[in-house]
C-alpha cells in the first residue's frame, strides 16, 4: 500500500490557483510532520514547505512565502497545500513526505513519500 497519495495537480494560468492534497495511511499519521518538495525536469528535488505533526508550527521556502499555505486535518490524515498566484517558475512534480518527529526541509531526512501530482503554469 502507497503511503501517501497526492491529488489535485493540473495545468493552470499564471496568477491562477490549485490545491493539492495528500492523503496519508500511515497509523499514526498525527506523530508525523508533513511536508511538501518539488522536482522540476533537470532539478534536484527542492524544499517548499512543512507543518509540524500537530500544525502548530510551519517552515516556508523563501520562494513561495506568501502564496502558498500548507494546512492539515489529522482527523483525515490528510495534509494540504493552497498555492495562490502560481508562476510559470512554480511548475514541476509536487510530492509530499513524512517524517516521525520535528520538521526537517532535506528529503533525505523524510521516511515516506508520495508517487507525486504534476503542476504545470502557463505564462
Known amino acids: 500500500q502507497v503511503p501517501l497519495v497526492e491529488s489535485g495537480g493540473g495545468l493552470v494560468q499564471a496568477g491562477g490557483s490549485l490545491r493539492l492534497s495528500c492523503v496519508a495511511s500511515?497509523?499514526?499519521?498525527?506523530?508525523?510532520?508533513m511536508g511538501w518538495f518539488r522536482q522540476a525536469p533537470g532539478k534536484e528535488r527542492e524544499f517548499v514547505v512543512a507543518?509540524?505533526?500537530?500544525?502548530?508550527?510551519?517552515y516556508y521556502a523563501d520562494s513561495v512565502k506568501g502564496r502558498f499555505t500548507i494546512s492539515r486535518d489529522n482527523a483525515k490524515n490528510t495534509v494540504y497545500l493552497q498555492m495562490n498566484s502560481l508562476r510559470p517558475e512554480d511548475t514541476a512534480v509536487y510530492y509530499c513526505a513524512a517524517r516521525p518527529g520535528s520538521i526537517q526541509s532535506t528529503p533525505w531526512e523524510y521516511e515516506y513519500w508520495g508517487q507525486g501530482t504534476q503542476v504545470t503554469v502557463s505564462s
Open positions: 507543518i509540524s505533526y500537530s500544525g502548530s508550527s510551519t
Open positions: 500511515l497509523r499514526t499519521f498525527s506523530s508525523y510532520a
